[in-house]
């Protein structure tokens, strides 16, 4: 929900529900793109379709998490 005249940095917003293959990236977030390949192929594997955009969930802070200990969980909606 944003408000008129704010500038604010929370918004409510919704994901969809349903199946969704989920990927969890360890590592320094310039690696991203090779899991985010390895979920699509686990994906594409199990004749699954893509439902809809996919969406990343930051579960370290990189302020105070070494680089290489980040974790970042990749969510891919499928049908």
């Known amino acids: 929900v944003e ?3 704010r500038d604010d940095l929370v918004r409510i917003g919704q994901t969809p529900g349903g199946l969704t293959v989920v990927a969890e990236h360890v ?3 310039a690696g991203i793109s090779s899991t985010f390949a390895k979920a699509h192929a686990f994906r ?3 004749g699954l379709e893509q439902a ?3 969406w990343e969930q930051f579960v370290s802070d990189p302020g105070h998490t070494a680089e290489d200990e980040l974790i970042t969980r990749i969510f891919i909606p499928v049908r």
């Open 3 to 5: 408000r008129p005249g």
């Open 52 to 54: 809809g955009p996919e």
């Open 44 to 46: 594409s594997a199990y």
């Open 27 to 29: 590592g320094p977030y």
